[in-house]
């Protein structure tokens, strides 16, 4: 039998953290908890964001009448639509090559369906065109329809993490100064494992934000207050988030997640002090300034 790269004649293959985001069991098991604990009977579903399948599998498996899934890589859409018709629900499932945009300005997604299922949020949450997709899904969503996830709420603390400062900065080399180039340091969120770095807490945890596809203000800017619980130089902000599906939750903040944390770099490290107070202001896109209050 020919392999399935072989019949599709698919020009390039799967990204690598999909085959690792397909092995998160904590992440596999919830969605499906979530997906299983819903009455589905003669149920339509909308998804954004295919993937190779398995949500769109998942709701088809526990009932669904029909799942229509998009999915903008065109190769993964078409690695999907094998694995949709080798499992057998080639008939209940209907992938589409498109963004979420497009499919919705050709009339290929079902408007008002009965549920909205969407998992496209990377380790800071916004990185994957979130505020697109809420859009999208406003539009497609009917009075009654379920959004799922439900809920993402975003958490944060300020750090001391000269590994993660460092990813994003340079000195010199080979007796080179190389520092010039810092002013084109990366602004915004990037992946960490804050496991393999030992960051200082320099404050409380604090709720980042809460997004939620329905509402349209939830991507505004936020300034927060807050007292460092120790003194040392800041040179950014940890972050991880809690997604609600229905009664399930889905957490980065575990060590068996295939999501990292994200790392909200200061664009220049500041120095706390234990007790004194200061405000984080945090743009829509994740990017932190830090100011001291008097």
Not at 78 to 98: F, L, M, Q, S, W
Not at 121 to 140: H, K, N, P, S, Y
Not at 259 to 286: C, D, E, M, N
Request: charged share 20%.
């Amino acid at each position: 039998m020919n392999s399935m790269k072989q019949r599709l004649g698919t020009p390039s293959g799967i990204p690598h953290w999909h085959f690792t985001m397909l092995r998160d069991t904590e992440r596999n098991g919830g969605i499906e908890s979530s997906i299983a604990n819903l009455d589905l009977t003669g149920k339509t579903v909308v998804e954004i964001g295919t993937g190779i399948g398995l949500p769109a599998m998942l709701f088809a498996k526990y009932g669904a009448a029909h799942v229509y899934t998009c999915e903008m890589d065109v190769n993964l859409a078409a690695i999907a639509r094998e694995v949709v018709r080798e499992n057998g629900y080639d008939k209940r499932i209907t992938v589409i090559p498109k963004t979420s945009r497009a499919a919705i300005r050709d009339g290929d997604l079902r408007r008002e369906p009965d549920i909205i299922f969407t998992e496209t949020l990377d380790c800071g949450v916004v990185g994957e065109g979130f505020a697109t997709i809420a859009e999208d899904v406003r539009q497609l969503a009917g009075t009654n329809t379920q959004v799922l996830p439900d809920h993402v709420r975003q958490f944060g603390y300020l750090c001391c993490d000269t590994a993660a400062h460092e990813k994003n900065t340079v000195k010199s080399e080979n007796g080179l100064d190389l520092s010039g180039i810092n002013c084109f340091s990366k602004q915004t969120y990037f992946a960490i494992n804050p496991a393999l770095h030992s960051p200082a807490r320099l404050s409380p945890v604090f709720r980042v934000r809460d997004y939620d596809y329905r509402n349209a203000d939830c991507l505004v800017d936020r300034t927060i207050a807050l007292i460092a619980t120790q003194s040392g130089t800041c040179h950014g902000m940890i972050s991880y988030f809690d997604a609600t599906f229905g009664d399930f939750l889905i957490s980065t903040v575990s060590e068996k997640s295939h999501w990292a944390q994200a790392f909200h770099p200061l664009k220049r490290p500041v120095s706390l002090t234990a007790g004194s107070r200061y405000v984080a202001r945090i743009t829509a896109a994740g990017t932190l300034r830090l100011d001291e209050t008097i």
